[in-house]
């Protein structure tokens, strides 16, 4: 297995109609319906990624921002932003389009942890990712920054351990102090 793989290797792009099985009684799609598409979608591409059977570990920071409507085609897009040992963060962006004017807007928003696991079930390393690009770098950072607030808030890093805020809150003061 190669120990590298790329972002666009684990891109995965799932398209549904909305029907009205799919709805609430205000005629928008329904939440768990919508996180249960998110969860087949961020597995792929972990999957696709990692070349194993993945489970989720996690689901952090779903934003409802706008409804998706019954008859609409929702799009979910996933790709993994960064890969630790064992897990990888997938994040996913989801588009509502209207297929009479073929408008699209973007209604959610997700990051998803997955962990890789062997033939007997236990967790094992994963490839790393290489970013390709100035956003995807951006990403990559950004993940490991949500990585490290994930496991301070489950109590599984100390505050001191957490390598990516630090980073960040040295860089905070430097600018305060020169701003002085």
């Known amino acids: 297995m190669s120990t590298e793989h790329t972002v666009a290797a684990s891109r995965c792009t799932m398209t549904e109609i909305v029907l009205p099985n799919d709805t609430n009684g205000l005629g928008n799609m329904m939440g768990g319906r919508l996180l249960h598409l998110m969860d087949k979608c961020a597995a792929i591409s972990a999957q696709r990624h990692a070349r194993r059977v993945c489970v989720t570990a996690s689901v952090d920071n779903v934003e409802f921002q706008r409804p998706i409507r019954e008859s609409n085609v929702v799009v979910v897009e996933s790709q993994v932003n960064r890969a630790f040992r064992t897990s990888m963060e997938v994040e996913l962006n989801v588009w ?3 297929p009479r004017d073929g408008t699209r807007r973007k209604c959610n928003r997700a990051f998803y942890t997955f962990v890789a696991l062997s033939e007997d079930g236990h967790p094992i390393e994963v490839p790393q990712i290489v970013p390709e690009t100035a956003r995807q770098e951006e ?11 994930r496991l301070v808030l489950a109590g599984r ?8 805020l630090q980073d960040d809150m040295v860089e905070a003061v430097r600018t305060a102090r020169d701003s002085e």
């Open 139 to 149: 990403r990559f950072k950004a993940a490991g920054k949500r990585r490290d607030v």
């Open 157 to 164: 890093l100390s505050l001191d351990e957490a390598n990516h």
């Open 96 to 98: 509502a389009e209207n």
